[in-house]
């Protein structure tokens, strides 16, 4: 019989070997729990800082609240640009950062969801006799905000955008906000149109709920959006058209212009006149000289109030490293109440 017999230095080779295999796995296996302890850890600070954000962006929300009603406590029957929520953007410090916020009156501007409004029945004969013939024929089975805006885009003189062009538009936009699937008019759009594209997808027979919801109606393209944005907006759910001439900015007076079928220069002269606090009565509007020569106005005044009732409020909070942007629409009820009718989360 033959014994091989192993020298002990070789056990030990072996076993040296295996315990530093044991203390690098050791290692390793450490190295990534602490890796991810502080993935974690770091993952519940971003949390707790963008939760903080949000609630300083709440806070703000509350705070406007506040400074509506006091406004139009002081001033129940008008609202203009004189008032305490109108300063423009406003920054507040607070600890580890800041909140900034802007209100704006949701009715100085043209609401897209009125061209949903069904045709009065005053609106849908022939036409005033004291207008133009054939302006009234053109415009007879047209609500008023539908005119307004094809005004304003030719107004705007905007490139590649035509009077054929603007009513295209109108047309496009009137039957995404319709309830039916019939095509209003040669340059309308519905269902077959937006699912014969690459990328199909149906009207929405519905409200818009953003004016960049216009990016997938027919005719607009981003051009042409980012340029009326300035004038025009959208109210939740509703067709209302009622443009407080207190808050219109005088910078947007081609949407002036387009609301009065007026020159340029004489919607100049009427932001002109109408002081810091503006027109204190809807008679004292009407009553303006400027006002009294413009040919037709009867037809148009009903766009027109001095009062508002949905105000926007563009907030944004920022907390160590974290940053929250947020847009709320408010509904003021009988210079009382304020109802959040409209939240939307990021900077757009």
Known sequence: M???????????GVALITVMLIVALCAVIASQMTARLQVQMQRSANISF????????????????????TALTEESKVVHLGQIWAQGETTYPVDFGEISGEITDLQSCLNLNALRAPLSSSKSGNGSANGNKNTNNANANKVPARIAFEALLNHLQLEDVSQFEAES???????????????????????????SREFPYLAANHYLASVNELRVVAHFTPNIIEAIKPYVCVIPANDLHKVNINTLN???????????????????DIL??????????????????????LENFNDKKDQFVVDSEYFTLNASASFNDSFFAMKSVMKVTNNKYID??????GRN
């Open 272 to 293: 002109s006149a109408r002081g810091e606090k503006g027109f204190a009565s809807l008679d004292d509007f009407y009553n303006l000289p400027e006002v009294v020569k």
């Open 2 to 12: 033959v014994l091989f017999l192993v020298k002990p230095h070789k056990q030990q």
């Open 340 to 345: 959040v009718i409209s939240r939307t989360v």
């Open 250 to 268: 005088s910078e947007h007076v081609e949407l002036l212009q387009a609301l009065l079928d007026s020159t340029l220069d004489e919607a100049q």
């Open 50 to 69: 963008n939760q903080q954000a949000y609630w300083y962006a709440m806070g703000a929300e509350a705070f406007t609240k506040r400074v509506l009603i």
């Open 169 to 195: 538009m109108a047309d496009a936009l009137t039957d995404w906000l319709d309830t039916n699937s019939r095509i209003s008019s040669a340059g309308g759009a519905e269902d077959n149109d937006y699912a």
